[in-house]
């Protein structure tokens, strides 16, 4: 199974960008759900997640109204649409998910893709 992200880049401040995370196993299923960041120097957070089945999503407070996290179920692919790019977002980005699944079995973790490096430029 594997999680692989791609989409990132440079940016000037005010930019955009679409992070895209292809999700894929041969016996096991995976589908990302989530976003987390990882800045030099500071833990890694929670940028946006979907929620209910993928029915609601949620955000980081500095995110909102700036980023939008989708998931085309057919290709199942999770996206990150990126607006309104401050330097203070400059960080390597991973999709996660927190499950494996194999017809009715799950198994709950955390499993992450290799991230993304994406920078604002002031």
């Known amino acids: 199974v594997q999680l692989v992200e791609s989409g990132g880049g440079w940016v000037q401040t005010g930019g955009s960008l679409r992070l895209s995370c292809a999700a894929s196993g041969s016996t096991f299923s995976i589908s990302a759900k989530g976003w987390y960041r990882q800045a030099p120097g500071k833990q890694r957070e929670l940028v946006a997640v979907?929620?209910?089945?993928?029915?609601?999503?949620d955000y980081a407070d500095s995110v909102k109204g700036r980023f939008t996290i989708s998931r085309d179920n057919a290709k199942n692919t999770l996206f990150l649409q990126m607006n309104s790019l401050k330097p203070e977002d400059t960080a390597v980005y991973y999709c996660h998910s927190d499950r494996l699944s194999l017809g009715s079995l799950t198994i709950m973790g955390d499993y992450w893709g290799q991230g993304t490096q994406v920078t604002v430029s002031s």
């Open positions: 979907l929620a209910n089945g993928g029915n609601s999503t």
